[in-house]
């Protein structure tokens, strides 16, 4: 019987430290609007250190490669999660209020277009040049994610900054260049980026390119770069 215990009292331990090791945020793709011209996303994760759950919104101008204005929304939830519970709910209470900007805009939950890549694990080494193709369309696509960072003497970040550079082939074979991003834009503290996925509106006409955020602490958050390429 002892040993049983000590048995659960372990896998117990176990998931509460997978539960609270670290502040990784979980991305969620919340749909396009019906031309693809807005994508609406957001994140939530728990950070331990407040006890909070948290989450954010973002409605993106894909064409502008910008923010909508007074649609970007944020919330933090004072909560205490059991094991194998999600903070999930922190999005669904900021939801509501997001909702007026999603109906304005358009944004249908069910369009959320088709994944063009994704970064399998977290242990892979950061890929800052990548090359795939849709097949559904015959297109290639070719990122190199460029970031330069300033650092202190003791090797952290104090900011950093980043943009990508894309090149884009139809199936007619020609060549069309991207430079994506505000590389002159600093962010205090990040130490790293890295591109998590790649996806395209139904229409395939916009891109949107998911980049993952690390902090100093190893704390992830996400933010999204978007180009129209028809």
């Known amino acids: ?61 894909v064409r502008n490669n910008k923010f909508v204005p007074a649609s970007v929304f944020s919330g933090e939830y004072t909560a205490t999660l059991e094991p194998g519970q999600s903070p999930d709910g922190a999005l669904f209470s900021l939801l509501e209020t997001a909702i007026p900007a999603r109906k304005k805009y358009n944004i249908d939950y069910l369009k959320k277009g088709r994944p063009l890549y994704i970064r399998i694990s977290d242990t892979d080494e950061s890929m800052d040049v990548l090359d795939f193709r849709d097949f559904e369309t015959g297109s290639r696509f070719s990122m190199k994610l460029i970031q330069d960072a300033v650092k202190n003497e003791d090797g952290q970040a104090v900011e950093s900054s980043f943009f990508i550079e894309m090149t884009f082939t139809g199936s007619g074979g020609v060549n069309v260049p991207f430079v994506i991003g505000h590389p002159d834009f600093k962010r205090k503290g990040i130490e790293e980026y890295r591109i998590e996925r790649v996806l395209t509106d139904p229409s395939n006409k916009s891109i949107i390119i998911i980049v993952a955020k690390i902090d100093n602490d190893l704390n992830v958050r996400y933010m999204v770069e978007t180009v129209r390429i028809r």
């Not at 998931?15 to 957001?42: Q, R």
């Open 1 to 61: 019987m002892k040993k049983k215990l000590l048995t659960v009292t372990v896998m117990i331990l176990l998931i509460m430290t997978e539960v609270y090791a670290g502040d990784k945020a979980e991305f969620v793709n919340m749909g396009f609007s019906p031309d693809g011209s807005y994508f609406l996303f957001g994140q939530y994760g728990f950070a331990a250190e407040k006890t909070q759950c948290y989450a954010d919104i973002y409605l993106v101008d």
